[in-house]
């Protein structure tokens, strides 16, 4: 429970950083964070648990928090097609949630690639490789904020400048989503 208050928490802020610097922005720099995580997780599996535990512990504790918020961060680009499809929306959001949850996959590929010989640093390595090729991949076609804003535009049949996020009207929009998500929170009671 404590994990999905985390995500929801996090949602809030990372689709703060969508609107503010786009799709594409966010799915590269989502990626390589990840990537830079990962790479410092297979060091850290490294350290001598006995002599530095509260090291070993921190750095792996807030490396794989990062790491998960940046894997939304980045899972976030598959929401920069949503005005370009208009009538196929709902098939988006699917794709975006199931994007990141598919993530969890990640630990499976870890054991098998353990298991295979390479070791958990090797196996932690190798998917940090994967995460800057995925970087590339999604910086090539990824829109960009004004590619995901001229579409909606079009589709809202509304002004360019109406949708813009860093405006006045934009903050007042965070500021409710913040309440709202605040009572959400006070609903389930921490355990």
């Known amino acids: ?91 988006i959001v699917g794709l975006f949630n199931g994007a990141y949850m598919g993530s969890s996959v990640v630990g499976f590929v870890l054991v098998l690639l353990s298991r295979q010989g390479w070791g958990l640093k090797g196996a932690f390595r190798i998917v940090a490789c994967w995460n800057l090729i995925a970087a590339g991949g999604l910086h090539l076609v990824t829109p960009t904020r004004e590619e995901y804003l001229s579409e909606a535009s079009r589709v809202l049949r509304v002004s360019r400048n109406s949708l813009d996020m860093r405006s006045v009207a934009g903050c007042r929009a965070v500021r409710l989503d913040l309440r709202s998500l605040w009572g959400c929170l006070r609903i389930f009671p921490l355990q």
């Open 1 to 91: 429970q404590n994990g999905q208050i985390l995500t929801l928490v996090l949602s809030v802020f990372i689709g703060v950083l969508f609107d503010h610097f786009g799709a594409r922005r966010c799915a590269t720099l989502g990626a390589l964070c990840t990537a830079a995580c990962l790479g410092v997780i297979s060091s850290a599996i490294e350290i001598d648990g006995q002599a530095f535990p509260v090291t070993q512990t921190s750095v792996l504790f807030v490396c794989f928090a990062i790491a998960d918020a940046c894997g939304l961060l980045s899972a976030f680009a598959v929401a920069g097609w949503l005005w370009h499809y208009p009538r196929h929306q709902a098939l």
